[in-house]
């Protein structure tokens, strides 16, 4: 057996894509033959078997669904959607039909969904199966209907059907491309055209993009092509087709364990990785799995392979952006693909004129389904528990981060979990920093499948260890099977102080002019006492707009900062690094390849990731770079990438010969990313087998964004401290600002301790918006001599006031002499109120500090009437001057204002004092004038 099987795959090598142009003739698939070296009988023990759930038979009874009758046995588009309909009238409980999107040619793409309660979502395992990815393969589409008919047909009768439907939630698919479908001859088996794409226009005169090269991870590279008219054109991006964006949306909607995609033709069963000869990390569990669904399928249809191959996708070929890759590298579920009958060498009596590969004879399609239902029912029977294939051990800390002061002992708690299929004694371990001590009760558990146990971790940090993060690493180990976990013990910094929060402002939020008392709330979050330090607070104005630069790597000391992902493992020695003489500027650049030859090397996968960078507060930025390409056309590609905080989006992939002989600049908006604190630039190459060539050589990597000019306007102001702060106290520090015009502003403050000893949490800012309409007039507890700036609608005292929250006892305005003086008392109900225009000062008392605000519009000119004597008067404009400047040409001989600390609470002023908004003042003049206030 296992040497009619290496001939089959040599026979694959011969037959291009399985029949079509993805695998170059002149190229080896690279099926790693070890997998095959041993019989498949020594597998038959690894097929595990569900826990409470009983083994169906492919053969249960009269549920076996027929073919539905037509031209042939194969359903249509049309046929599957009427079988459909009936299956959902028949079953109405269990069955839920929705489309879950529509074609390009607005065919819809129908899903049922088989559950006890299908209309409802409840918590248990999903999983998703699905069919016609590629048009040709006809007989994927009779796999899912056969399940669907299965599941439905069986459920009143047979217990184990009832147990999978009541306690699973099950999503079947059966045509995700039906453009291609009715493309691809529709009924007539001698009309099919051999088409794999869906039939979207490309725009230069082909047609289709292949779905199963569409999907994001590692989208653009080696194993997909670029070329329209490619059998394996990926799109013009990641999930640019409306298939893959339904099957996208769908897994992102729910939570399922496995995907199993049905395919044509091969006999194989396939997981990932399919873009990197790598295995991953679950490689061990895929290879259980596959073989648990192997040992379930039967041999009806006559193979002469008597059994599907479990392989990782790219043992058989790299493919890059398909579904399998990215429903794990993604979402993090378990996918397979299962490429069904025929075998490579079945060339009879399968595939006879006119039936081929992905066509079989029609009397073939009832035995494949019934071969392949025992594999699927295995994986619907292990969804609550995917482990129990296999040794499997979890480890599950609680909490995962704790803080522990110097000298102190506390206890994490460890829920380790056997969840594989067999007894377990388990040995726990954990590496603490040196000193600490750490003891773990019990260090060991024996297990049965199925059950776990809580160990108490205890931890006790070092008396005069130094502060910080510190990660603790665990490990749960048996003979067969181990798990690792990590925690975090927090050491408190003994003095660390912090800013906590800004008053009043807050983010983005809009406020009147005027007067503001600023506070900065400090924070105590160490466990040593503060004696008082001081708190510095700046001003910022923040302008037009202007580009700046905010990264640059021009690579002449190296890739210091830069982050080298190796996806290729051993199948290439090619990897990133600096090379000297080749440069658009200085002396360096960065390529990947092998020094050894000066080209990159066959199967290679490696991704370049620049430091992180902030686009916060960008109102637009754009990444630009040089570089030079040659690699093998449409086979081998180079991708750039960006991401905010991980999720990658692609801007360009090349492939061919870009600028051979010269550095080539490009630019790219990075408008998508605008607001992320936390920008990656990659560059990713990968190439399949064969050709080789020069590479990729890069330099001059630059981001320019497009910033607002900050300003400084005010500060640094000191401020300090009152008292001693203990751990967890908070007090405020205050200082007073007059925002006196409009506009963006920033208020930044930071402690000035001489003892801190962590430093990410001194300083905080908050940036807000002055209203041009709005100005605010501060009142301090007592009298105060107040005016306001703006031209209201309403100028009684009763709108002006109203902002007021608490009581006011005393309202007073002088009328231009001794005993000419109105009052009005806001607390006592006989009072009248009285008109305030913007040319008086008056004079209010008030029980507590507080503001009020006032609405209106900017004045212009505004004259002021001043009769001989004194006058109390308004400052009717929002630009402070001292009294030279504003009462220059007028006969005054005094001027007083407002000093709530002074006798009477005035003082009189000298010609260098500032006239300023939202104050009162008495202006003594020897005869009759006029008084012009200039905006």
Same mark, same amino acid.
């Given at each position: 057996?296992?040497?009619?099987?290496?001939?089959?795959?040599?026979?694959?090598?011969?037959?291009?894509?399985?029949?079509?142009?993805?695998?170059?003739?002149?190229?080896?698939?690279?099926?790693?033959?070890?997998?095959?070296?041993?019989?498949?009988?020594?597998?038959?023990?690894?097929?595990?078997?569900?826990?409470?759930?009983?083994d169906i038979s492919p053969m249960s009874n009269d549920g076996d669904p027929q073919p539905t009758a037509g031209v042939t046995a194969y359903h249509t588009y049309d046929e599957m959607l009427t079988e459909l309909l009936e299956v959902s009238a028949n079953y109405p409980s269990i069955t839920d039909l929705t489309s879950i999107g529509t074609t390009y040619q607005g065919n819809s793409i129908w899903s049922m969904k088989i559950s006890d309660n299908a209309q409802a979502e409840e918590d248990e395992p999903e999983v998703i199966i699905y069919g016609l990815h590629h048009s040709?393969?006809?007989?994927?589409?009779?796999?899912?209907?056969?399940?669907?008919?299965?599941?439905?047909?069986?459920?009143?009768?047979?217990?184990?059907?009832?147990?999978?439907?009541?306690?699973?939630?099950?999503?079947?698919?059966?045509?995700?491309?039906?453009?291609?479908?009715?493309?691809?001859?529709?009924?007539?088996?001698?009309?099919?055209?051999?088409?794999?794409?869906?039939?979207?226009?490309?725009?230069?005169?082909?047609?289709?993009?292949?779905?199963?090269?569409?999907?994001?991870?590692?989208?653009?590279?080696?194993?997909?092509?670029?070329?329209?008219?490619?059998?394996?054109?990926?799109?013009?991006?990641?999930?640019?087709?409306?298939?893959?964006?339904?099957?996208?949306d769908l897994a992102l909607q729910h939570a399922f364990v496995f995907s199993l995609s049905y395919h044509s033709y091969g006999q194989i069963i396939l997981y990932p990785w399919g873009n990197t000869y790598n295995p991953s990390k679950d490689d061990a569990l895929f290879s259980a799995l596959g073989w648990g669904m192997s040992n379930r399928m039967t041999n009806k249809?006559?193979?002469?392979?008597?059994?599907?191959?479990?392989?990782?996708?790219?043992?058989?070929?790299?493919?890059?952006?398909?579904?399998?890759?990215?429903?794990y590298g993604e979402l993090g579920i378990l996918p397979f693909v299962v490429e069904l009958y025929p075998s490579f060498s079945d060339t009879a009596p399968a595939v006879t004129s006119p039936y081929n590969g992905f066509h079989p004879r029609e009397d073939k399609i009832i035995p494949v389904c019934e071969d392949n239902l025992g594999g699927v029912l295995f994986l619907l029977e292990i969804a609550d528990n995917p482990?129990?294939?296999?040794?499997?051990? !979890?480890?599950?800390?609680?909490?995962?981060?704790?803080?522990?002061?110097?000298?102190?002992?506390?206890?994490?708690?460890?829920?380790?979990?056997?969840?594989?299929?067999?007894?377990?004694?388990?040995d726990l371990s954990a590496t603490v920093p040196p000193g600490w001590e750490m003891t773990l009760i019990p260090s060991q558990v024996n297990l049965?499948?199925?059950?776990?146990?809580?160990?108490?971790?205890?931890?006790?940090?070092?008396?005069?260890?130094?502060? %910080?993060?510190?990660?603790?690493?665990?490990?749960?180990?048996?003979? !067969?099977?181990?798990?690792?976990?990590?925690?975090?013990?927090?050491?408190?910094?003994?003095?660390?102080?912090?800013?906590?929060?800004?008053?009043?402002?807050?983010?983005?939020?809009?406020?009147?002019?005027?007067?503001?008392?600023?506070?900065?709330?400090?924070?105590?979050?160490?466990?040593?006492?503060?004696?008082?330090?001081?708190?510095?607070?700046?001003?910022?104005?923040?302008?037009?707009?202007e580009e700046r630069q905010i990264f640059y790597e021009g690579f002449e000391s190296g890739l210091t900062g830069w982050?080298?992902?190796?996806?290729?493992?051993?199948?290439?020695?090619?990897?990133?690094?600096?090379?000297?003489?080749?440069?658009?500027?200085?002396?360096?650049?960065v390529w990947i390849g092998n020094d050894g030859t000066g080209m990159y090397s066959d199967t290679t996968l490696q991704m370049l990731q620049s430091p992180s960078f902030s686009l916060e507060g960008a109102s637009g930025a754009n990444l630009t770079f040089h570089h030079i390409l040659r690699t093998e056309w449409s086979y081998d590609f180079a991708v750039v990438e960006v991401a905010c905080r991980g999720d990658w989006q692609i801007l360009e992939s090349w492939s061919g010969w870009v600028s051979p002989s010269g550095f080539?600049?490009?630019?790219?908006?990075?408008?998508?990313?605008? %607001?992320?604190?936390?920008?990656?630039?990659?560059?990713?190459?990968?190439?399949?087998?064969?050709?080789?060539?020069?590479?990729?050589?890069?330099?001059?990597?630059?981001?320019?964004?497009?910033?607002?000019?900050?300003?400084?306007?005010?500060?640094?102001?000191?401020?300090?401290?009152?008292?001693q702060l203990s751990q967890g106290e908070t007090e405020p520090v205050?200082?007073?600002?007059?925002?006196?015009?409009?506009?963006?502003?920033?208020?930044?403050?930071?402690?000035?301790?001489?003892?801190?000893?962590?430093?990410?949490?001194?300083?905080?800012?908050?940036?807000?918006?002055?209203?041009?309409?709005?100005?605010?007039?501060?009142?301090?507890?007592?009298?105060?001599?107040?005016?306001?700036?703006?031209?209201? !609608?309403?100028?009684?005292?009763?709108?002006?006031?109203?902002?007021?929250?608490?009581?006011?006892?005393?309202?007073?305005?002088? %009328?231009?002499?001794?005993?000419?003086?109105?009052?009005?008392?806001?607390?006592?109900?006989?009072?009248?109120?009285m008109i305030l225009d913007i040319t008086e000062g008056w004079w209010i008392r008030v029980g507590v500090d507080m503001y009020f605000d006032v609405s209106g519009t900017q004045p212009g000119n505004v004259s002021v009437s001043l009769k001989a004597g004194w006058n109390l008067v308004g400052y009717p404009t929002l630009t402070d001057r001292t009294i030279a400047e504003s009462l220059s040409g007028l006969p005054y001989t005094r001027v007083e204002s407002f000093d709530p600390l002074a006798p009477y609470h005035l003082r009189v002023m000298s010609d260098s004092d500032y006239m300023t908004t939202g104050m009162g003042y008495w202006i003594y003049v020897t005869q009759d004038t006029s008084w012009l206030v200039i905006p």
């Open positions: 057996m296992t040497v009619a099987i290496a001939q089959e795959f040599k026979i694959c090598n011969r037959i291009s894509n399985t029949g079509q142009t993805l695998m170059k003739g002149r190229k080896s698939i690279l099926v790693i033959l070890a997998v095959f070296l041993l019989p498949s009988l020594l597998f038959s023990s690894i097929g595990a078997t569900s826990r409470g759930l009983q040709r393969e006809w007989l994927t589409v009779e796999v899912c209907m056969y399940f669907i008919n299965f599941l439905t047909g069986n459920y009143s009768t047979n217990s184990s059907v009832q147990n999978i439907v009541d306690n699973r939630e099950i999503w079947i698919i059966p045509m995700v491309n039906p453009d291609g479908r009715f493309y691809d001859g529709d009924d007539d088996p001698a009309a099919y055209t051999n088409w794999r794409k869906n039939r979207v226009p490309n725009g230069d005169g082909s047609t289709g993009v292949d779905l199963n090269r569409n999907y994001g991870h590692m989208w653009g590279g080696a194993g997909s092509s670029d070329d329209p008219s490619s059998e394996v054109y990926r799109g013009s991006g990641p999930f640019s087709e409306n298939e893959t964006q339904a099957i996208r249809a006559g193979s002469p392979r008597a059994q599907y191959i479990p392989l990782r996708g790219s043992q058989l070929y790299l493919t890059s952006g398909d579904d399998v890759d990215w429903m482990n129990q294939v296999m040794p499997h051990i !979890s480890l599950t800390p609680t909490p995962e981060r704790r803080t522990i002061d110097r000298g102190q002992n506390l206890s994490f708690q460890l829920d380790v979990l056997n969840d594989g299929n067999q007894f377990e004694s388990i049965t499948d199925g059950s776990n146990q809580t160990v108490d971790m205890w931890v006790r940090v070092l008396p005069g260890d130094w502060p %910080g993060d510190y990660e603790i690493d665990i490990t749960a180990s048996s003979l !067969s099977a181990s798990a690792y976990a990590k925690v975090t013990v927090h050491v408190p910094y003994l003095n660390d102080v912090g800013v906590s929060g800004i008053s009043p402002f807050q983010e983005g939020q809009l406020y009147p002019m005027g007067n503001y008392t600023i506070q900065a709330e400090i924070t105590n979050y160490g466990p040593n006492q503060q004696n008082p330090f001081d708190v510095a607070m700046e001003i910022w104005e923040i302008g037009p707009l982050t080298i992902v190796d996806y290729d493992g051993t199948s290439s020695s090619d990897t990133w690094h600096t090379v000297s003489g080749i440069a658009n500027s200085g002396s360096n650049s080539t600049k490009v630019d790219f908006d990075l408008s998508d990313f605008l %607001g992320c604190g936390d920008v990656r630039v990659s560059f990713r190459f990968s190439s399949d087998e064969g050709k080789i060539d020069f590479g990729w050589y890069l330099d001059d990597v630059w981001v320019n964004a497009t910033l607002p000019k900050e300003t400084l306007i005010h500060g640094p102001v000191i401020g300090r401290t009152s008292s205050s200082w007073k600002y007059k925002f006196k015009r409009v506009g963006h502003f920033k208020v930044f403050a930071v402690t000035l301790n001489p003892f801190e000893e962590f430093f990410q949490n001194d300083s905080a800012e908050v940036s807000f918006f002055i209203d041009p309409t709005r100005y605010r007039v501060f009142l301090t507890e007592g009298m105060n001599l107040a005016s306001y700036p703006l031209i209201t !609608s309403d100028n009684s005292s009763s709108t002006i006031l109203s902002t007021i929250q608490d009581p006011y006892d005393g309202l007073w305005k002088n %009328g231009g002499g001794p005993q000419s003086w109105s009052s009005f008392s806001n607390v006592k109900p006989w009072s009248q109120g």
